[in-house]
C-alpha cells in the first residue's frame, strides 16, 4: 500500500492554487498522524491511540483481555470474509486511497481559503482561540485533541464553540471529550453555558457519566448544578459513592423543583432510589420541612412508601397537596398521595388532579359529606382544565365519571335544549349513534360553541354536524363554528357556495383538515390550488397543513420552490420553528425535490465538481450571510437555532437545511466528506423528531452508512492508518462519531461485522451504541434475529469482564440488548434487574420482539425481581408495559384484578404492539408492529413462521389482559353510581346480578358504606339520640371484639385478656412480617365481609334504617338479615373450596369461528405457557357461601364461632389450625354460563394464592374521620369507637397486596375482583372498547357477539377504528353486522357515507364479503375514500374490482362525463377493478396529474399491457423521457413506474434508482427486471428490492444483475435465501455470458478518481515498486 505521504504529493499535483506553498499539505499530514497517535483515545479507558494502531496492537490487546473469539476476531480470513459479505450483500464497495483523496482535497481546499496568517498559526501550533473557530466546522471536528490544549479556553469558551450550531451533536460530543480531564470547575461552566437542546439531554449525559467520571468525583473542589446531574445515566446516579454525594451536595441540589421537572420519568426513579439510599426516607417525607424541601422527589418512589403517608400526623396535608400540584408524576403515585390528603385539600386540587385519580377516587370525593363544589359546580373548571389541551389525555372511565353527573336521566329522543346544554363539552362522550336521536332543533349555533371541542370525531361531527342542517336549513348564510369544518361533505367543500370564505377561514379549514376523509381532504386541496402558490396562502398552508402540497409533483415543485421559500419568509421569525417542524410533513418526495432544486441555484456546489457547498446545504452562518442583529432568537437552545440565525439574515437562502430529511443517495453522496458528521447530525434530528417510532427510509439509512466509510477513509488517510478489512475501517471510530451516527445506521453492517470489529474499545462502545436503539429500529434494518444474539453476547461478556459479574451497571450498559442475552443475566441481583426495568428502560424499550427462549428469558428476570405476579402492584405492571408480553398466561392469570384495573388506563395508552410500522421488508403497506415482530422473528418464512405465530399469541394475551383491566374499571363505575338512563344498556340488570360473588347477589360492600355514611351524617348533625349513641357504640365494640377474636382464632394464637389495642398491634406485626399462610388470608379476608355484614345487621336497626334508604328491596334487606356471620372454616376447606376452582383470565378453548386459524385466533399451548407443567384437572366444584353452615364435601368441619344471625348471641371462637393450601387447581368458569367441557390448567406458584380485591372494609374508605367529639356524654366513646373500627379495618386489607383500601371499597362483591375473569365469561361494553383503546383489536368476534346489540350500535366507530389485524376482519364484520338491526333491515340498507365513516377500518371486511351492502353512490364519496384507502384490498377480488364498476354505473359515468378528480382520488385502490378502455377513457390528463403522487402512486395493481403503455405514456407527457427523472421523479410515480416500458426503464440514471418502490418492483415482469442493469439494481432501496421474487429471476439472470440485487437486497433473509439457491441454476448461462458479455464500466461520478490523479498514483507506484 503507498504511504500517505506519497498520496498527498499525487494530491498536491492534482491541485493548483496560487498561495500553495511545497510541501504545507506534507507538513499538516505529518502533523496530524503525529498527534493523533499520541493523543488519548474517548472511549471509557482513556489511552493513547499508540496503543492500539497499528492493529497489531489492537489484536494483542484482545488476547490479553480475553475478549470473546479473540482468536476469530483477530483471524484475517475471519477478516477478509466479514469485509465480502459485506461487499457482496450491502453494496460495501472498496474505498482505495486513491479515492479517498478526493475527499482529502476538499479539505485542503477549504483550508488554501484561510488567511495566511491563519493558515500559518496552524502549522506552527500557535492557533489562538479565535483562530480555531475560524476554522472550518471539519477542521474542527477532525483535530486530534492536543490542537485544543493550548488555546487557553475556559468553559465558557468551548461552550461558545457548540452553541454557535447547537444541531451539530457531533461537535457537541466533540468538545465534551475534549474537556474530560479538565477540571471540574472549567467542566460544569461548559455545561451552565451550554445551550443544550432538549432532545441531547439524555446523550450528553451519557458523555457526563461514562465520560467525565462524574460518581467518583469526592476530592472537588467545584461542585455541578443539577441541570448536569440530571442527565446522568441511571447505573452512574446509582454508582456515586458516598463522598461524592455529600461532596457535590446533591441533597441541596435535589431541592431545585424547576430542574427536576427535566429528569424522565426513569431518571426520577434512579435519583430517589439513590437519595432515600442515602438520606433515608425521613429526609425525603419525615417533617414538614423535608416535605419542603425534597417532596417532589416522591415522584420517583415505590408505592408502598407513599402510602406511609396516609395517617402520617407530623406531616400537614396541605404540603402534600403543594408537592401534588408542582410536580409532575405517574397517575398511581398521585393516586397513592391522594388518600393521605385531606378533604379541604383533595378539594382544592381536585381539578388540576382528576384525570390523574382513579375512578374510585372520583366517586368517592363526590360521595365525602360536606364538600364545597358539586360535579355540576365543576362543570366549567373541568371543560377549562380538559378540553383545552393539545392533545385529550384523561382515561375514558374518569372522563365518563364526572359526564354521567352531567347526563340527564331521560332518553336521548326526549332532550330538550337544557338537557343537551347541561352535558356541554362533555357530549363526547356520545356516540354518532346516540347523537343521532337527540332533536335537531336542539343543536343552533350557540349550543355549538357550548358542546363542540376538538376531541370530537369525524363520525360525531358528521352528526352533530347533521343535526344542525337539519334545524338551520332556512338559514343559508349562518356561519358555521370553525370545529365543524372537519364534517363538510366534498360536494359542500367543492360548491359555488360553501359555509366559509378561503381568504377568510383558510386557516381553520386547514386545521379542520386533520380529521378528513381522503375524499375531503382531495377537495380541500383543489379549492387550494387556484391560489396555491400566493405567499399568503402558501405561509397558512406551511404552518397549519403542508400536506396540501402532497398532489403537487416534483416538477412543478421544483419550479415554483422560489414561491415557496417567499411563503416561510414571509410568515417571519415567529413562524420559523413551527414551519421548520411542519414541512416535514411534507411528503419525501417534493422534501427530495426541494434539495435537488437548491442543489443547481449559484453558490450551491463546492467547485470544481458537484460536492455541496456545505455552508448552502447547512444554512451557516457566514461572512456573507449576517444574521440581523435586530432579531432576537427566541430559542437559542433550539436544535435549529442557528438556521434560524441564517434565516435572519438580509442575503435570503432557499433554506435547504429545512428539507435534510429528504436527503436522496444521490445527494447523501454528494455531501463534503469532512462535513458527514456535521450534516448526518442535523438530518438526524430531522428525521427523529417525527415521533418515537419514526424510522429513517431504508435507502437513505443504507446510503449514511456507506458516507460513513467515506469518512473513515478520509481518516484513516488523515492520521496515517493502513487500513484492510472492514473490522480495521469501523476501529477507526471515536465515541463522538459513534453517538453521532447513531445505532440505527451502525445495523447496517449488521451483527458479525459489529461484534468482531478490531478494536476492543470502538467495539464495546459501538455496541453500546446499538443497545441504546430502540428495539423498533431492529425489525426494520439489516439485523436478523442472529444478529441480535451475536451483538448482545459479545456486549455481555465484555461487561462482565469489566465488571467481574451481572449487576445494574452491565444491565443498564447493555441496555435494550440484555433480552437477546443468555441464562447469565438472571445472575444479577433482584434490585438490580427491578432498578433496570424502572430506571433504565423507557416505554419505546420495552415493546420486545423475543423467540420462545429468549421470552422466557425475560420472564425468568421479571418473576426474580418483582415477585410472584399474585403480589404485584399497580406500579410494577405499568413499570413492566409491553415486556408483560413475555409472560405466561399463568402469570398473568394470577395479577390481583385490583392491581391490574389501577394500571389498565396507562397499559392501554402506552402500548406500541397496535402501532404502525412503514417500510417492513415485502410489505407494500404499514404493519402492525406486533406483525412485524412475526415478520422478522419468521426470517425467510415471514410471519408464517412457528415463531411468528407465537408472537401473535403472546400479543393478544397481553392485548386481552389489558381490556380486561379496563372492563374491570368500566366495573367499578356501573356498579357504584347510577347510569344515566339513555346509557343503560338492555342487559344491564342481567349482567350486574351475574358478577355477584354470593349466591344472594347482594353488594354488601356498597350497603355497608351507605350505613355508615348515614350514622356519620347524622352524628356530625346531632340528630342521633343517646341511646341510638349508646346502640351504635356497643354494635362497634361487640364487632370489633368478634373480629379481633375470630382474627386470633384464624391465626392459631390465644387472645389471653388482650386489650383492643394490643390485639391490633400483634395483627399489625403479623401482616408487615408477611406470616400469614394463604388460607389464613383468605380467611381474614372473608372476616372483612363478615364484620360489614355484622354492622349492617345491627346498625340498620339502631339507625331505624328502611329497605328503600339502603335502595334495596324487602327480600333482600331480609337476606342481609338472615344471614350467618364470622363462620369459620377448617384450613383445609379453605384450601378446596376458596382457594380451588379459579378460573385463568383467557380461557384456552374459546374457539373461532368461521375456521379462523389458530394464529388468528390465538390459541395458546398449555405448555409453552404455564410456569409449572404439573397441574390438577377442574373438579367444577361450586364455591361454597359463606353462609352455609357446613361443607357436605369437604371432610374438614368448619370451626363454628358464630353460627346463627346476628340477633342471637355470640359464643368464643375455636382456635384454627393451619395447612398448607393446595397445589395449583383450575376453576370452573367464572360468572357467565360457560360451556361446561372448557378448563384451564395454571401453574402451582402461579395459583398458589388468592388474591381478592374485595377483603378491605369499606369503613376506612367510605366512613369519614369524625369531627370534633360533642359535648354530650353520651357522644364521646362513638368517635373514638369508629376510628378503632377504621384501625381494624385496615389490617384487614389484601394482606399480600399493601392498602387498596379506597381502591377495593369501590369494586362490587364479584368474583371479578377476586380472580381475573377470562375473556369469554366477560361481557364488553363500548365503554370498555374505548377504554382499551388500540388493545381491543384483540377481541374476538365472539366477544362481539356477547355484547348487546345497543352496545354495539353505539360502539359502530370504535370498532371501525381499531387497528384489526387483517386476518380477523372478516369475523370481527360477521359479528357486527349480526348485532346491528340497521344492518338486517332491507330498509336501511344499502351503508351509506355516514355509516361509512365509522365503519373505517372494517370497510375492506365489507368490500369482500358484503360488497352489495355497500352505496356507491357519488354523494357518499367520502366514505368511499375510506375503503379507497386500504391498498391491502386485493387487486384480484372480483367482489372488491366490482365495486368501481358499480360506481361508474350508478353515477352515470362515461367518457363524456369521467371521473372528477376528487372521486378518481376517493376511489383510490378501487380503481384496480378499472377495464383497459376505463382508464383511458375515464381519467382524463388533468385529473391524472391531479392524483398521481398522491393517489395513483400507492396503487397496487396489476394492469395489461396495454394499459401499461398508454399509464406510462402519460407518465412521461408529464414528466418528460424517463432519461431525465431525478429520485423524486420517480419515487412520486410509485407504482406507475411499474408500467414502464422495459426500454424507459432501462434509461433511468442509476442514482434515481433510489425512487423505485416496493408496489413498483412487485409488479415489475421478468423481462422489465432484467432491462435494469447491476447499477441500476444495486442503487435499488433495500425496501424496494426485498420485493423481488425467484419467478422475477428466473430462467436466467446475469452475474452482474444478480450482483446489483444483492448488494441492494441482502438485508432481506428471504431474497438472500432465493439468491444462494438460484446460484447453480445460473452457472450455465454464468458461462454463456462470459463468452459473449464484456464487462460492465466501473460507476463514475463522483466517487471517481480524476484521471490525472490516477496516472500520478500508478507512477508513483512503480516509482514505490522499483525503489526509484
Same mark, same amino acid.
Given at each position: 500500500m503507498l504511504t500517505v505521504v506519497l498520496l498527498f504529493v499525487a494530491a498536491v499535483s492534482a491541485l493548483s492554487d496560487e498561495d500553495l506553498e511545497p510541501g504545507q499539505e506534507v507538513q499538516i499530514l505529518k502533523s496530524l498522524a503525529l498527534k493523533f497517535r499520541t493523543a488519548e483515545n474517548d472511549f471509557t479507558q482513556a489511552s493513547p491511540n499508540s496503543a492500539y494502531f497499528p492493529f497489531v496492537k489492537s489484536r494483542k490487546e484482545n488476547e490479553r483481555i480475553k475478549r470473546l473469539n479473540s482468536s476469530t476476531v483477530n483471524s484475517d480470513v475471519y477478516m477478509k470474509k466479514i469485509t465480502e459479505q459485506l461487499k457482496t450483500w450491502r453494496g460495501f464497495e472498496e474505498i482505495d486511497s486513491a479515492v479517498a483523496l478526493t475527499y482529502a482535497n476538499l479539505m485542503f481546499e477549504t483550508f488554501y481559503n484561510l488567511s495566511p496568517d491563519l493558515r500559518a498559526s496552524f502549522l506552527q501550533s500557535s492557533m489562538s482561540a479565535d483562530d480555531l473557530q475560524k476554522l472550518p466546522l471539519s477542521w474542527q471536528y477532525l483535530l486530534p485533541h492536543q490542537f485544543y490544549d493550548d488555546l487557553g479556553l475556559d468553559g465558557a469558551g468551548f461552550a461558545e464553540l457548540v452553541n454557535s450550531s447547537p444541531g451539530n451533536t457531533a461537535m457537541l460530543y466533540k468538545i465534551a471529550m475534549v474537556l474530560r480531564d479538565e477540571s471540574v470547575a472549567m467542566r460544569d461552566a461548559f455545561m451552565n453555558n451550554l445551550n443544550l437542546p432538549d432532545q441531547y439531554r439524555e446523550d450528553m449525559?451519557?458523555?457526563?457519566?461514562?465520560?467525565?467520571?462524574?460518581?467518583?468525583?469526592?476530592?472537588?473542589?467545584?461542585?455541578?448544578?443539577?441541570?448536569?446531574? *440530571?442527565?446522568?445515566?441511571?447505573?452512574?446516579?446509582?454508582?456515586?459513592?458516598?463522598?461524592?454525594?455529600?461532596?457535590?451536595?446533591?441533597?441541596?441540589? %435535589?431541592?431545585?423543583?424547576?430542574?427536576?421537572? #427535566?429528569?424522565?420519568?426513569?431518571?426520577?426513579?434512579?435519583?430517589?432510589?439513590? /437519595?432515600?439510599?442515602?438520606?433515608?426516607?425521613?429526609?425525603?417525607?419525615?417533617?414538614?420541612?423535608?416535605?419542603?424541601?425534597?417532596?417532589?422527589? *416522591?415522584?420517583?418512589?415505590?408505592?408502598? +412508601?407513599?402510602?406511609?403517608?396516609?395517617?402520617? +400526623?407530623?406531616?400537614?396535608?396541605?404540603?402534600?397537596?403543594?408537592?401534588?400540584?408542582?410536580?409532575?408524576?405517574?397517575?398511581?403515585?398521585?393516586?397513592?398521595?391522594?388518600?393521605?390528603?385531606?378533604?379541604?385539600?383533595?378539594?382544592?386540587?381536585?381539578?388540576?388532579?382528576?384525570?390523574?385519580?382513579?375512578?374510585?377516587?372520583?366517586?368517592?370525593?363526590?360521595?365525602?359529606?360536606?364538600?364545597?363544589?358539586?360535579?355540576?359546580?365543576?362543570?366549567?373548571?373541568?371543560?377549562?382544565?380538559?378540553?383545552?389541551?393539545?392533545?385529550?389525555?384523561?382515561?375514558?372511565?374518569?372522563?365518563?365519571?364526572?359526564?354521567?353527573?352531567?347526563?340527564?336521566?331521560?332518553?336521548?329522543?326526549?332532550?330538550?335544549?337544557?338537557?343537551?346544554?347541561?352535558?356541554?363539552?362533555?357530549?363526547?362522550? *356520545?356516540?354518532?349513534?346516540?347523537?343521532?336521536?337527540?332533536?335537531?332543533?336542539?343543536?343552533?349555533?350557540?349550543?355549538?360553541?357550548?358542546?363542540?371541542?376538538?376531541?370530537?370525531?369525524?363520525?360525531?361531527?358528521?352528526?352533530?354536524y347533521l343535526k344542525y342542517l337539519d334545524n338551520n336549513y332556512q338559514v343559508a348564510d349562518a356561519t358555521l363554528n370553525p370545529l365543524l369544518l372537519s364534517a363538510l361533505p366534498s360536494a359542500t367543500i367543492l360548491s359555488a357556495n360553501p359555509p366559509f370564505i378561503w381568504s377568510q377561514d383558510k386557516t381553520n379549514l386547514l386545521v379542520a383538515s386533520a380529521k378528513y376523509s381522503p375524499g375531503q381532504m382531495h377537495s380541500l386541496h383543489e379549492i387550494a390550488k387556484p391560489g396555491h402558490w400566493a405567499p399568503s396562502n402558501l405561509s397558512a398552508i406551511l404552518s397549519t397543513?403542508?400536506?396540501?402540497?402532497?398532489?403537487?409533483?416534483?416538477?412543478? /415543485?421544483?419550479?415554483?420552490?422560489?414561491?415557496?421559500?417567499?411563503?416561510?419568509?414571509?410568515?417571519?421569525?415567529?413562524?420559523?420553528?413551527?414551519?421548520?417542524?411542519?414541512?416535514?410533513?411534507?411528503?419525501?418526495?417534493?422534501?427530495?425535490?426541494?434539495?435537488?432544486?437548491?442543489?443547481?441555484?449559484?453558490?450551491?456546489?463546492?467547485?470544481?465538481?458537484?460536492?455541496?457547498?456545505?455552508?448552502?446545504?447547512?444554512?451557516?452562518?457566514?461572512?456573507?450571510?449576517?444574521?440581523?442583529?435586530?432579531?432576537?432568537?427566541?430559542?437559542?437552545?433550539?436544535?435549529?437555532?442557528?438556521?434560524?440565525?441564517?434565516?435572519?439574515?438580509?442575503?435570503?437562502?432557499?433554506?435547504?437545511?429545512?428539507?435534510?430529511?429528504?436527503?436522496?443517495?444521490?445527494?447523501?453522496?454528494?455531501?463534503?466528506?469532512?462535513?458527514?458528521?456535521?450534516?448526518?447530525?442535523?438530518?438526524?434530528?430531522?428525521?427523529?423528531?417525527?415521533?418515537?417510532?419514526?424510522?429513517?427510509?431504508?435507502?437513505?439509512?443504507?446510503?449514511?452508512?456507506?458516507?460513513?466509510?467515506?469518512?473513515?477513509?478520509?481518516?484513516?488517510? %488523515?492520521?496515517?492508518?493502513?487500513?484492510?478489512?472492514?473490522?480495521?475501517?469501523?476501529?477507526?471510530?471515536?465515541? =463522538?462519531?459513534?453517538?453521532?451516527?447513531?445505532?440505527?445506521?451502525?445495523?447496517?453492517?449488521?451483527?458479525?461485522?459489529?461484534?468482531?470489529?478490531?478494536?476492543?474499545?470502538?467495539?464495546?462502545?459501538?455496541?453500546?451504541?446499538?443497545?441504546?436503539?430502540?428495539?423498533?429500529?431492529?425489525l426494520r434494518n439489516g439485523v436478523t434475529y442472529n444478529c441480535m444474539k451475536i451483538m448482545a453476547n459479545a456486549l455481555l461478556d465484555t461487561m462482565i469482564r469489566e465488571e467481574g459479574g451481572i449487576n445494574f451497571r452491565v444491565l443498564a450498559h447493555v441496555h435494550n440488548l440484555v433480552p437477546y442475552t443468555d441464562t447469565r443475566v438472571l445472575k444479577a441481583g433482584p434490585a438490580d434487574i427491578r432498578l433496570y426495568v424502572s430506571s433504565v428502560l423507557s416505554p419505546t424499550c420495552k415493546a420486545v420482539c423475543l423467540m420462545k427462549k429468549e421470552r422466557e428469558l425475560v420472564r425468568q428476570m421479571i418473576l426474580q425481581s418483582y415477585g410472584p405476579p399474585s403480589t404485584w402492584l399497580p406500579l410494577d405492571l405499568v413499570e413492566l408495559g409491553d415486556l408483560l408480553v413475555v409472560m405466561a398466561r399463568s402469570d398473568l392469570a394470577a395479577v390481583n384484578p385490583t392491581s391490574l384495573r389501577m394500571a389498565s388506563a396507562q397499559l392501554a395508552s402506552s402500548t406500541l404492539f397496535a402501532s404502525s410500522l412503514t417500510e417492513i421488508r415485502s410489505q407494500s403497506s404499514p404493519l402492525l408492529y406486533h406483525e412485524a415482530c412475526g415478520a422478522w422473528l419468521g426470517g425467510k418464512d415471514g410471519r408464517q413462521s412457528d415463531e411468528a405465530v407465537a408472537m401473535f399469541k403472546q400479543w393478544k394475551m397481553l392485548a386481552n389482559f389489558i381490556v380486561v383491566g379496563n372492563f374491570l374499571q368500566v366495573e367499578v363505575l356501573q356498579k357504584k353510581i347510577d347510569i344515566p338512563k339513555p346509557r343503560r344498556s338492555s342487559n344491564e340488570f342481567r349482567r350486574k346480578r351475574q358478577a355477584q360473588t354470593s349466591t344472594d347477589g347482594i353488594d354488601y360492600k356498597s350497603i355497608y358504606t351507605i350505613v355508615m355514611n348515614d350514622m356519620k351524617a347524622k352524628f356530625d348533625a346531632k340528630e342521633l339520640s343517646d341511646t341510638q349513641k349508646m346502640e351504635a357504640t356497643r354494635v362497634i365494640t361487640e364487632t370489633q371484639k368478634k373480629l379481633g377474636d375470630s382474627s386470633f382464632a384464624v391465626l392459631g394464637l390465644e387472645r389471653e385478656g388482650k386489650t383492643q389495642s394490643e390485639v391490633l398491634a400483634?395483627?399489625?406485626?403479623?401482616?408487615?412480617?408477611?406470616?400469614?399462610?394463604?388460607?389464613?388470608?383468605?380467611?381474614?379476608?372473608?372476616? =372483612?365481609?363478615?364484620?360489614?355484614?355484622?354492622?349492617?345487621?345491627? #346498625? !340498620?336497626?339502631?339507625?331505624?334504617?328502611?329497605?328503600?334508604?339502603?335502595?334495596?328491596?324487602?327480600?333482600?334487606?331480609?337476606?342481609?338479615?338472615?344471614?350467618?356471620? /364470622?363462620?369459620?372454616?377448617?384450613?383445609? =376447606?379453605?384450601?378446596?373450596?376458596?382457594?380451588?376452582?379459579?378460573?385463568?383470565?383467557?380461557?384456552?378453548?374459546?374457539?373461532?369461528?368461521?375456521?379462523?386459524?389458530?394464529?388468528?385466533?390465538?390459541?395458546?399451548?398449555?405448555?409453552? @405457557?404455564?410456569?409449572?407443567?404439573?397441574?390438577?384437572?377442574?373438579?367444577?366444584?361450586?364455591?361454597?357461601?359463606?353462609?352455609?353452615?357446613?361443607?357436605?364435601?369437604?371432610?374438614?368441619?368448619?370451626?363454628? @364461632?358464630?353460627?346463627?344471625?346476628?340477633?342471637?348471641?355470640? @359464643?368464643?371462637?375455636?382456635?384454627?389450625?393451619?395447612?398448607?393450601?393446595?397445589?395449583?387447581?383450575?376453576?370452573?368458569?367464572?360468572?357467565?354460563?360457560?360451556?361446561?367441557?372448557?378448563?384451564?390448567?395454571?401453574?402451582?406458584?402461579?395459583?398458589?394464592?388468592?388474591?381478592?380485591? @374485595?377483603?378491605?372494609?369499606?369503613?376506612?374508605?367510605?366512613?369519614?374521620?369524625?369531627?370534633?367529639?360533642?359535648?354530650?356524654?353520651?357522644?364521646?366513646?362513638?368517635?373514638?369507637?369508629?376510628?378503632?373500627?377504621?384501625?381494624?379495618?385496615?389490617?384487614? +386489607?389484601?394482606?399480600?397486596?399493601?392498602?387498596?383500601?379506597?381502591?377495593?371499597?369501590?369494586?362490587?362483591?364479584?368474583?371479578?375482583?377476586?380472580?381475573?375473569?377470562?375473556?369469554?365469561?366477560?361481557?364488553?361494553?363500548?365503554?370498555?372498547?374505548?377504554?382499551?383503546?388500540?388493545?381491543?383489536?384483540?377481541?374476538?368476534?365472539?366477544?362481539?357477539?356477547?355484547?348487546?346489540?345497543?352496545?354495539?350500535?353505539?360502539?359502530?366507530?370504535?370498532?371501525?377504528?381499531?387497528?384489526?389485524?387483517?386476518? !380477523?376482519?372478516?369475523?370481527?364484520?360477521?359479528?357486527?353486522?349480526?348485532?346491528?338491526?340497521?344492518?338486517?333491515?332491507?330498509?336501511?340498507?344499502?351503508? +351509506?357515507?355516514?355509516?361509512?365513516?365509522?365503519?373505517?377500518?372494517?370497510?375492506?371486511?365489507?368490500? =369482500?364479503?358484503?360488497?352489495?351492502?355497500?352505496?356507491?353512490?357519488?354523494?357518499?364519496?367520502?366514505?368511499?375514500?375510506l375503503l379507497g384507502r386500504f391498498r391491502t384490498l386485493s387487486s384480484d377480488d372480483p367482489a372488491i374490482l366490482n365495486l368501481v364498476q358499480l360506481f361508474i354505473t350508478l353515477n352515470n359515468v362515461s367518457p363524456t362525463n369521467p371521473f372528477t378528480s376528487t372521486e378518481a382520488a376517493s376511489l383510490g385502490q378501487l380503481l384496480c377493478g378499472l377495464r383497459e378502455d376505463q382508464w383511458r377513457d375515464l381519467i382524463t390528463p388533468s385529473v391524472f396529474s391531479s392524483i398521481l403522487t398522491e393517489h395513483l402512486a400507492l396503487l397496487d395493481c396489476s394492469v395489461s399491457a396495454t394499459t401499461s403503455v398508454h399509464l406510462s405514456t402519460m407518465l412521461t407527457t408529464l414528466y418528460g423521457s424517463t432519461a431525465n427523472w431525478t429520485s423524486s421523479d420517480l419515487l412520486s410515480t410509485g407504482w406507475m413506474a411499474s408500467t414502464l416500458s422495459v426500454v424507459q426503464l432501462s434509461q433511468l440514471t442509476h442514482h434515481a434508482m433510489e425512487g423505485l418502490t416496493g408496489q413498483a418492483v412487485k409488479h415489475l415482469s421478468r423481462q422489465q427486471l432484467g432491462s435494469l442493469s447491476h447499477h441500476q439494481l444495486s442503487n435499488l432501496s433495500p425496501h424496494a428490492a426485498s420485493f423481488i421474487s425467484r419467478e422475477q429471476l428466473l430462467p436466467y439472470t446475469n452475474m452482474h444483475r444478480r450482483r446489483g440485487i444483492r448488494a441492494a437486497g441482502g438485508e432481506d433473509e428471504k431474497l438472500v435465501d432465493v439468491m444462494e439457491d438460484i446460484e447453480s441454476e445460473m452457472q450455465m448461462g454464468d458461462m454463456k455470458d462470459m463468452m459473449t458479455s464484456p464487462e460492465p464500466e466501473p460507476t463514475g461520478g463522483v466517487g471517481a478518481i480524476y484521471p490525472t490523479c490516477r496516472v500520478l498514483v500508478c507512477i508513483l507506484v512503480t516509482m514505490v515498486t522499483f525503489g526509484l
Open positions: 449525559g451519557y458523555i457526563l457519566g461514562y465520560r467525565w467520571g462524574i460518581e467518583s468525583e469526592a476530592d472537588s473542589n467545584f461542585d455541578y448544578t443539577m441541570s448536569t446531574l *440530571l442527565h446522568l445515566p441511571s447505573d452512574v446516579v446509582m454508582g456515586i459513592n458516598n463522598a461524592t454525594f455529600d461532596n457535590l451536595n446533591i441533597a441541596d441540589k %435535589l431541592e431545585d423543583t424547576s430542574m427536576w421537572g #427535566l429528569a424522565s420519568p426513569q431518571s426520577k426513579v434512579a435519583w430517589f432510589t439513590k /437519595f432515600e439510599g442515602r438520606k433515608g426516607w425521613r429526609e425525603v417525607a419525615g417533617t414538614p420541612h423535608h416535605m419542603v424541601r425534597h417532596g417532589h422527589l *416522591l415522584s420517583g418512589a415505590p408505592l408502598d +412508601k407513599l402510602r406511609e403517608l396516609k395517617g402520617n +400526623k407530623e406531616i400537614e396535608t396541605s404540603l402534600l397537596a403543594e408537592v401534588l400540584d408542582n410536580t409532575e408524576m405517574n397517575p398511581l403515585r398521585v393516586q397513592e398521595l391522594w388518600e393521605a390528603l385531606a378533604d379541604v385539600d383533595r378539594e382544592k386540587s381536585f381539578i388540576a388532579q382528576a384525570s390523574n385519580l382513579d375512578v374510585s377516587q372520583i366517586l368517592s370525593h363526590y360521595d365525602t359529606p360536606n364538600i364545597i363544589h358539586t360535579p355540576h359546580q365543576h362543570h366549567v373548571m373541568l371543560e377549562n382544565a380538559w378540553f383545552t389541551q393539545d392533545k385529550f389525555n384523561v382515561p375514558w372511565v374518569n372522563f365518563l365519571a364526572i359526564s354521567f353527573s352531567y347526563m340527564n336521566n331521560e332518553e336521548f329522543v326526549s332532550w330538550t335544549y337544557k338537557e343537551l346544554q347541561d352535558l356541554g363539552k362533555f357530549v363526547a362522550i *356520545l356516540s354518532p349513534a346516540e347523537i343521532d336521536h337527540i332533536p335537531a332543533e336542539d343543536f343552533n349555533s350557540t349550543m355549538l360553541a357550548t358542546i363542540l371541542s376538538s376531541t370530537l370525531s369525524l363520525p360525531q361531527l358528521n352528526s352533530i397543513h403542508p400536506q396540501c402540497m402532497s398532489d403537487v409533483n416534483p416538477r412543478e /415543485f421544483r419550479a415554483k420552490l422560489d414561491y415557496v421559500v417567499s411563503a416561510i419568509y414571509t410568515a417571519g421569525p415567529d413562524k420559523f420553528h413551527i414551519i421548520a417542524t411542519k414541512v416535514q410533513k411534507l411528503p419525501r418526495h417534493l422534501l427530495m425535490a426541494w434539495l435537488e432544486e437548491a442543489h443547481t441555484r449559484p453558490g450551491s456546489k463546492r467547485l470544481p465538481g458537484e460536492w455541496w457547498n456545505s455552508d448552502v446545504l447547512l444554512d451557516r452562518v457566514t461572512s456573507t450571510s449576517v444574521p440581523d442583529s435586530g432579531t432576537i432568537n427566541p430559542f437559542p437552545s433550539h436544535p435549529m437555532a442557528a438556521q434560524f440565525n441564517r434565516f435572519t439574515s438580509a442575503n435570503r437562502s432557499m433554506l435547504p437545511s429545512l428539507a435534510l430529511a429528504g436527503m436522496s443517495c444521490h445527494c447523501i453522496n454528494l455531501v463534503e466528506t469532512p462535513d458527514t458528521m456535521e450534516v448526518l447530525a442535523l438530518y438526524r434530528y430531522h428525521t427523529e423528531s417525527q415521533g418515537k417510532i419514526a424510522a429513517m427510509p431504508s435507502s437513505a439509512r443504507r446510503c449514511w452508512a456507506k458516507k460513513v466509510r467515506q469518512f473513515l477513509h478520509l481518516k484513516a488517510l %488523515l492520521f496515517n492508518v493502513t487500513v484492510n478489512s472492514e473490522s480495521e475501517l469501523l476501529s477507526l471510530l471515536t465515541t =463522538a462519531d459513534i453517538k453521532t451516527i447513531g445505532g440505527e445506521i451502525f445495523l447496517t453492517w449488521g451483527g458479525p461485522a459489529l461484534a468482531s470489529i478490531t478494536h476492543p474499545e470502538v467495539m464495546h462502545e459501538v455496541l453500546m451504541n446499538v443497545g441504546h436503539t430502540r428495539p423498533h429500529l431492529y400483634v395483627l399489625a406485626e403479623y401482616k408487615e412480617a408477611g406470616n400469614m399462610s394463604e388460607a389464613q388470608n383468605v380467611q381474614v379476608q372473608m372476616l =372483612a365481609v363478615d364484620t360489614q355484614v355484622r354492622m349492617i345487621q345491627e #346498625l !340498620v336497626q339502631v339507625l331505624n334504617l328502611s329497605a328503600d334508604d339502603l335502595e334495596l328491596t324487602e327480600e333482600e334487606l331480609g337476606t342481609i338479615l338472615a344471614r350467618h356471620t /364470622f363462620v369459620l372454616r377448617s384450613p383445609g =376447606a379453605v384450601s378446596t373450596t376458596m382457594l380451588a376452582n379459579r378460573t385463568l383470565p383467557f380461557d384456552e378453548t374459546s374457539e373461532g369461528t368461521d375456521g379462523e386459524s389458530v394464529a388468528d385466533e390465538l390459541l395458546i399451548n398449555d405448555a409453552e @405457557t404455564t410456569s409449572n407443567p404439573a397441574s390438577i384437572e377442574s373438579k367444577n366444584a361450586p364455591e361454597a357461601s359463606p353462609s352455609e353452615d357446613s361443607d357436605d364435601n369437604s371432610n374438614n368441619a368448619e370451626l363454628t @364461632t358464630d353460627a346463627t344471625p346476628a340477633s342471637s348471641g355470640t @359464643t368464643a371462637p375455636s382456635p384454627g389450625t393451619d395447612a398448607p393450601p393446595s397445589p395449583g387447581i383450575t376453576a370452573p368458569p367464572s360468572p357467565d354460563t360457560v360451556s361446561s367441557d372448557r378448563s384451564s390448567s395454571a401453574s402451582t406458584s402461579s395459583t398458589a394464592s388468592t388474591i381478592s380485591s @374485595t377483603v378491605s372494609s369499606a369503613a376506612s374508605s367510605s366512613t369519614p374521620t369524625s369531627t370534633a367529639a360533642t359535648t354530650s356524654s353520651t357522644s364521646a366513646p362513638l368517635n373514638p369507637l369508629i376510628e378503632e373500627e377504621n384501625d381494624f379495618s385496615e389490617l384487614l +386489607k389484601n394482606t399480600e397486596l399493601t392498602d387498596f383500601i379506597i381502591f377495593s371499597a369501590y369494586e362490587p362483591e364479584s368474583a371479578y375482583f377476586t380472580t381475573l375473569p377470562s375473556m369469554d365469561s366477560i361481557t364488553l361494553s363500548c365503554d370498555v372498547v374505548i377504554a382499551a383503546g388500540s388493545s381491543a383489536s384483540s377481541i374476538s368476534s365472539s366477544d362481539i357477539a356477547r355484547m348487546s346489540s345497543k352496545e354495539v350500535m353505539n360502539c359502530l366507530s370504535t370498532l371501525g377504528h381499531l387497528p384489526w389485524p387483517p386476518s !380477523v376482519t372478516k369475523s370481527i364484520w360477521k359479528a357486527v353486522k349480526e348485532k346491528v338491526d340497521s344492518l338486517q333491515d332491507s330498509t336501511m340498507l344499502p351503508i +351509506k357515507r355516514d355509516e361509512m365513516l365509522q365503519f373505517g377500518t372494517l370497510l375492506p371486511a365489507i368490500a =369482500a364479503y358484503d360488497s352489495e351492502l355497500l352505496d356507491m353512490g357519488r354523494k357518499n364519496i367520502d366514505g368511499i375514500s
